[in-house]
């Protein structure tokens, strides 16, 4: 298992901004697939962004390209997720999740680890 914990959500005005933060403890990333899923009440779960840890390669939905950006720390083995410009429609949980594979993927099957979310609420 590669325990995974996300932080920084919160509450904030539309236009805002806030970082979350994936951590985890046991492994590093560098193997891995890391991506970001959000799920709003009552919808599925969407892909948001994902990272190759090894070489920085990033990718988004469509709907959060130019808002948010997707980093790593690699001494801190940490996934960050920078969103600017938040939406209302942005409110829901965040989720980090792991893939054992260099290459991240946009569909959550795919991802092999999960952490426990994270609530990002954003008021109009």
């Known amino acids: 298992q590669v325990p995974l914990v996300e932080s920084g959500g919160g509450l904030v005005q539309a236009g805002g901004s806030l970082r979350l933060s994936c951590a985890a403890s046991g492994r590093t990333f560098s193997s891995y697939g890391m991506g970001w899923f959000r799920q709003a009440p009552g919808k599925e779960r969407e892909f948001v962004a994902a990272i190759r840890w090894s070489v920085g390669s990033t990718y988004y939905a469509d709907s959060v390209k130019g808002r948010f950006t997707i980093s790593r720390d690699n001494a801190k083995n940490t996934v960050l997720l920078q969103m600017k410009s938040l939406k209302p429609d942005d409110t829901a949980v965040y989720y980090c999740?792991?893939?054992?594979?260099?290459?991240?993927?946009?569909?959550?099957?795919?991802?092999?680890?999960w952490g426990q979310g994270t609530q990002v609420t954003v008021s109009s």
């Open positions: 999740a792991g893939r054992r594979s260099r290459r991240p993927s946009v569909l959550a099957d795919e991802y092999d680890y």
